[in-house]
């Protein structure tokens, strides 16, 4: 995807981890100025927000910069957060306690935003905590999410072609009726996803089912 004249993949989705980024940040910023003002009794939506706008104003600083550098070296890496890091401390330092602390504070904000970045790759917590909802069946997997939407009938039979299975409704919306063959594969997806889910919790396929049957009515 061309990013206005550049062809660079690497801008894919920009607007959203600008966007993304930003609105933690100001959640994040609220809620810690919340819990800090109640704990120093001062008004609270104040000092929230006033919170909220700081985080809001670095971590879309660093942000902005950290795609500008995206956009000029068409790469992601983390080269792109020390160069950001370096630029958003300097200024928001060099502002508040005037030039000769942009230096000190370029060096150490560019070191831990590349560490930070190194860190995040190797960890990857956004996906240790998609896991851990997988694994406590709080979330279906990734593969099960991204399944096509099902939009089948039992009026047909037979195989269904692309020409009659989707119409102007299925282009509109997104949908379209599945083959037998791709119902059926679904099917045993799910299937072989319910009995990971039982041998996780101990239980052999179908016993649950015998075990809630032979339970005694109360």
Same mark, same amino acid.
């Given at each position: 995807?061309?990013?206005?004249?550049?062809?660079?993949?690497?801008?894919?989705?920009?607007?959203?981890?600008?966007?993304?980024?930003?609105?933690?940040?100001?959640?994040?910023?609220?809620?810690?100025?919340?819990?800090?003002?109640?704990?120093?009794?001062?008004?609270?939506?104040?000092?929230?927000?006033?919170?909220?706008?700081?985080?809001?104003?670095?971590?879309? /600083?660093?942000?902005?910069?950290?795609?500008?550098?995206?956009?000029?070296?068409?790469?992601?890496?983390?080269?792109?957060?020390?160069?950001?890091?370096?630029?958003?401390?300097?200024?928001?330092?060099?502002?508040?306690?005037?030039?000769?602390?942009?230096?000190?504070?370029?060096?150490?904000?560019?070191?831990?935003?590349?560490?930070?970045?190194?860190?995040?790759?190797?960890?990857?917590?956004?996906?240790?905590? =998609?896991?851990?909802?997988?694994?406590?069946?709080?979330?279906?997997?990734? /593969? @099960?999410?991204? =399944?096509?939407?099902?939009?089948?009938?039992?009026?047909?039979?037979?195989?269904?072609?692309?020409?009659?299975?989707?119409?102007?409704?299925?282009?509109?919306? /997104?949908?379209?009726?599945?083959?037998?063959?791709?119902?059926?594969?679904? =099917?045993?997806?799910?299937?072989?996803?319910?009995? =990971?889910?039982?041998?996780?919790?101990?239980?052999?396929?179908?016993?649950? @089912?015998?075990?809630?049957?032979?339970?005694?009515?109360?």
């Amino acid at each position: 995807m061309s990013w206005g004249r550049s062809n660079c993949a690497a801008m894919e989705g920009w607007q959203s981890r600008l966007q993304a980024k930003t609105l933690t940040a100001g959640v994040v910023g609220a809620f810690t100025g919340a819990v800090l003002s109640v704990l120093q009794q001062k008004p609270i939506f104040k000092h929230s927000f006033g919170t909220a706008a700081s985080c809001m104003v670095c971590v879309g /600083g660093f942000a902005a910069s950290q795609e500008t550098s995206r956009l000029l070296r068409c790469e992601d890496s983390a080269a792109n957060s020390i160069v950001a890091g370096a630029a958003t401390g300097a200024l928001l330092l060099g502002l508040q306690r005037g030039k000769s602390a942009s230096l000190p504070a370029a060096i150490v904000c560019g070191g831990a935003a590349g560490i930070g970045h190194l860190l995040y790759d190797a960890m990857q917590p956004v996906q240790m905590f =998609q896991n851990w909802l997988v694994d406590n069946d709080l979330m279906d997997s990734p /593969g @099960m999410r991204q =399944q096509p939407m099902i939009q089948r009938t039992e009026r047909h039979p037979e195989p269904l072609s692309a020409e009659s299975s989707e119409g102007t409704w299925g282009h509109a919306f /997104g949908v379209r009726h599945l083959s037998n063959a791709e119902w059926e594969e679904h =099917q045993r997806r799910r299937k072989a996803e319910f009995d =990971q889910r039982l041998a996780k919790a101990g239980l052999a396929p179908g016993e649950r @089912m015998i075990q809630q049957r032979s339970r005694p009515n109360s």
